[in-house]
């Protein structure tokens, strides 16, 4: 059974930090396409970030320059550093894998919220 678990969501006011992890129990992580998608209410689902096999990233235009994805293939952790955080940086924050280079993943975290507001 493949488990996503994301922590590190919660308030912070505009302009503030967070760092969002994610632990993979999955076989071969360092082969993973990881990625962090996010859900605003009202809104379709919409990729934020992802990271290759290979430390290759890939950003929203929207969050280039504030956001930073990261793995750690060691610990089967993926992370997401965001910065400058503006209140339409609110969602649920989603973890997300997909075997190598395949676009669409295969397995979903639970989701964490994040809420930028002050």
């Known amino acids: 059974q493949v488990q996503l678990v994301e922590s590190g969501g919660g308030l912070v006011q505009p302009g503030g930090s967070l760092r969002l992890s994610c632990a993979a129990s999955?076989?071969?992580?360092?082969?993973?396409?990881m990625g962090w998608y996010r859900q605003a209410p009202g809104n379709q689902r919409e990729k934020v970030a992802s990271i290759r096999p290979g430390d290759i990233p890939d950003y929203a235009d929207s969050v280039k320059g504030r956001f930073a994805i990261s793995r750690d293939n060691a610990k089967n952790t993926v992370y997401l550093q965001m910065n400058s955080l503006k209140p339409e940086d609110t969602a649920v924050y989603f973890c997300?894998?997909?075997?190598?280079?395949?676009?669409?993943?295969?397995?979903w975290g639970q989701g964490t919220q994040v809420t930028v507001s002050s």
């Open positions: 999955l076989n071969r992580f360092s082969a993973y396409t």
């Open positions: 997300t894998a997909a075997w190598h280079f395949a676009v669409n993943p295969e397995y």
